[in-house]
Structures are given as structure tokens and as C-alpha cells.
T-cell receptor, first 110, second 114 residues
Framework: DVKVTQSSRYLVKRTGEKVFLECVQD?????MFWYRQDPGLGLRLIYF???????EKGDIPEGYSVSREKKERFSLILESASTNQTSMYLC?????????FGQGTRLTVV | AQTVTQSQPEMSVQEAETVTLSCTYD???????LFWYKQPPSRQMILVIR??????QNATENRFSVNFQKAAKSFSLKISDSQLGDAAMYFC???????????FGTGTRLQVFP
């Protein structure tokens, strides 16, 4: 079975902190994604990567950056966390159009 | 740009009954894919069913089936013989033929009553 693992299920950070959300997949997929999930807004794409060191902005990239140094790992970085970044973050990888999701990280910025 | 609309924030159904969740989308593309994902309280997104736009036949997976109306840009999910374990958030999603990026609707929370 494909496994997409997010390093934390719950995270509490302070305003202004630099925050790293880590995601690892074990199936050698080229494509990886970070989505943000908010009530009433569904899932929105923050960034995606189609290969190592390759990345593209999604629909809501402001305040975020990403890193993909190895194929299996895709990190989402909040350079200076703000309270409006309190949300659920979902990582996914895909192959030939089929997406596999992690269990999400619920981030609270206080 | 493509959009996906789910107009029912919440739905409820009695166990063993049938419920239909609505989804409409907007696109100018002719080749694309549509999906229904289930997100239970565990938060793990699970693919329920997928439909290729070029296929006229509606997809079916056990108790789950879709009504795909390409001209009307409608993609509803029917759950038959509802079970308590069907209670979850359901998301409709769209994918263009040339990308793996998914565009999601806002979700429908389904409650199942015994």
C-alpha cells in the first residue's frame, strides 16, 4: 500500500515562528502536493512539485514556501507563522493521476 | 479556470436509506476526470469513485454510484443502503487531463442516523 506520512498530526506554534511541515511518501512518486483545508472552503492548493528541486505555486502560495531535496520528501515552510495560517494541512503524492493523501497536520498558530 | 461547486454543506440520511450528494463544475475542457473523496473523522482522504469524462457510462463501486451529466456539468454521488460508517465529509474534485492537480469543492458533511 502507498503510504504518505506527515510528521505531526497536531502542532501549536507561536506567531512569527518559522514552521516546517514534513511529508514523506514511500512509492517513488514524482508529483507531490500541499493543500490547505478550511471549513467552507474545501481544499486549496498551496504548492506542488513534479520532481526533485522543481516546484510550482498553487492557488494560495502567499506566506508559504516549499522544499524538495529528495524525491520522497516534500516540506512546507511557513517563514513567519501568522494566526491566519491556523488550518489543516494535507500532503499528497500522485502517480498517473491517482492521488494518495497523508492524514493531515492540524496547525494552530497562537 | 475550472471550478467545483458543492451546494449542500450538510446532508443527513437514515441507515439503509439512499442519499444523493450534488456537485457541479465549470470547465471549457473536453478531457478531464471527476472524483468523489471521503474524509472520515480520522482525516484520511479516501477515494470513493472516479469518472473519466470520455466515458458515457456512469461509474459504480459497490453501494456508490454517480450520475454524470457532461452537458449539464453535473456529477452527483448516490450512496445506497447507507451505513453508519458512511458518515464523513465528502469532497467532489476535478482534474484536467494534462495535470495531477486536483480542484476541490467545499465539501458536504454527511450524517447517518440509526
Amino acid at each position: 500500500d502507498v503510504k504518505v506520512t506527515q510528521s505531526s498530526r497536531y502542532l501549536v506554534k507561536r506567531t512569527g515562528e518559522k514552521v516546517f511541515l514534513e511529508c514523506v511518501q514511500d512509492m517513488d512518486h514524482e508529483n507531490m502536493f500541499w493543500y490547505r483545508q478550511d471549513p467552507g472552503l474545501g481544499l486549496r492548493l498551496i504548492y506542488f512539485s513534479y520532481d526533485v528541486k522543481m516546484k510550482e505555486k498553487g492557488d494560495i502560495p502567499e506566506g508559504y514556501s516549499v522544499s524538495r531535496e529528495k524525491k520522497e520528501r516534500f516540506s512546507l515552510i511557513l517563514e513567519s507563522a501568522s494566526t491566519n495560517q491556523t488550518s489543516m494541512y494535507l500532503c499528497a503524492s500522485s502517480f498517473w493521476g491517482e492521488a494518495f493523501f497523508g492524514q493531515g497536520t492540524r496547525l494552530t498558530v497562537v | 479556470a475550472q471550478t467545483v461547486t458543492q451546494s449542500q454543506p450538510e446532508m443527513s440520511v437514515q441507515e439503509a436509506e439512499t442519499v444523493t450528494l450534488s456537485c457541479t463544475y465549470d470547465t471549457s475542457e473536453s478531457d478531464y476526470y471527476l472524483f468523489w473523496y471521503k474524509q472520515p473523522p480520522s482525516r484520511q482522504m479516501i477515494l470513493v469513485i472516479r469518472q473519466e469524462a470520455y466515458k458515457q457510462q456512469n461509474a459504480t463501486e459497490n453501494r456508490f454510484s454517480v450520475n454524470f451529466q457532461k452537458a449539464a456539468k453535473s456529477f452527483s454521488l448516490k450512496i445506497s443502503d447507507s451505513q453508519l460508517g458512511d458518515a464523513a465529509m465528502y469532497f467532489c474534485a476535478y482534474r484536467s487531463d494534462n495535470t495531477d492537480k486536483l480542484i476541490f469543492g467545499t465539501g458536504t458533511r454527511l450524517q447517518v442516523f440509526p
